[in-house]
T-cell receptor
Framework: GESVGLHLPTLSVQEGDNSIINCAYS??????FIWYKQESGKGPQFIID?????DKRQGQRVTVLLNKTVKHLSLQIAATQPGDSAVYFC????????????????FGTGTRLTIIP | DTEVTQTPKHLVMGMTNKKSLKCEQH?????MYWYKQKAKKPPELMFV???????INESVPSRFSPECPNSSLLNLHLHALQPEDSALYLC?????????????FGPGTRLTVT
């Protein structure tokens, strides 16, 4: 079946450095992707999204890159802070993204990001 | 109010018990979701309600019974669960006509089945 997966389960980064978290997807028909952050004891929190007609999108300290040719997306976090320590999930919307209430969010396996002081 | 609340935060139940998980949002969202998350795993979709009607059931066993009594509330009724059902149960909601397909998640209910 179709799946969304991550290359690395854990990533440790020095505080102040940039982090890059990668994600591979297999469904070439996927047209919408979201990055979520999940801190310990909390539900996932939306970070940034990107549609398949874009290859880059920037937010506050975060950038998502989408390479449809190799079905890969990445999340870049600039100047990482201790509060960035969390598990990061990429997720895709399956089904007709315009069909409200029938979109299915499928999460990848997750990467645990640890910020070293 | 931009949050999804879930009660209880923790629940321990025996295999013969009947219990319910509750979820509430007051953001006017018309889609609500139940996810199950095992330790060190991603959330997995269980059910989707759209305009208070069940639109997606991901082949969840009948010992899990969802209910959406109104547009703000979502329940998950539990009966005759198994120890392997122990997990974090997450509720989420989303808004029609939003520029994103963002789903807002609650903090979850940590369920332990003994």
């Amino acid at each position: 079946g179709e799946s969304v997966g991550l290359h690395l389960p854990t990533l440790s980064v020095q505080e102040g450095d940039n982090s890059i978290i990668n994600c591979a997807y297999s469904n070439s028909a996927s047209d919408y992707f979201i990055w979520y952050k999940q801190e310990s004891g909390k539900g996932p929190q939306f970070i940034i999204d990107i549609r398949s007609n874009m290859d880059k999108r920037q937010g506050q300290r975060v950038t998502v890159l989408l390479n449809k040719t190799v079905k890969h997306l990445s999340l870049q976090i600039a100047a990482t802070q201790p509060g960035d320590s969390a598990v990061y999930f990429c997720a895709e919307i399956n089904g007709e993204a315009s069909d409200f209430g029938n979109e299915k969010l499928t999460f990848g396996t997750g990467t645990r990001l640890t910020i070293i002081p | 109010d931009t949050e999804v609340t879930q009660t209880p935060k923790h629940l321990v139940m025996g295999m013969t018990n009947k219990k319910s998980l509750k979820c509430e949002q007051h953001m006017g969202h018309r889609a609500m979701y139940w996810y199950k998350q095992k330790a060190k795993k991603p959330p997995e979709l269980m059910f989707v309600y759209s305009y208070e009607k069940l639109s997606i059931n991901e082949s969840v066993p009948s010992r899990f019974s969802p209910e959406c009594p109104n547009s703000s509330l979502l329940n998950l009724h539990l009966h005759a669960l198994q120890p392997e059902d122990s997990a974090l149960y997450l509720c989420a909601s989303s808004q029609k006509d939003s520029p994103t397909y963002e789903q807002y998640f609650g903090p979850g209910t940590r369920l332990t089945v003994t």
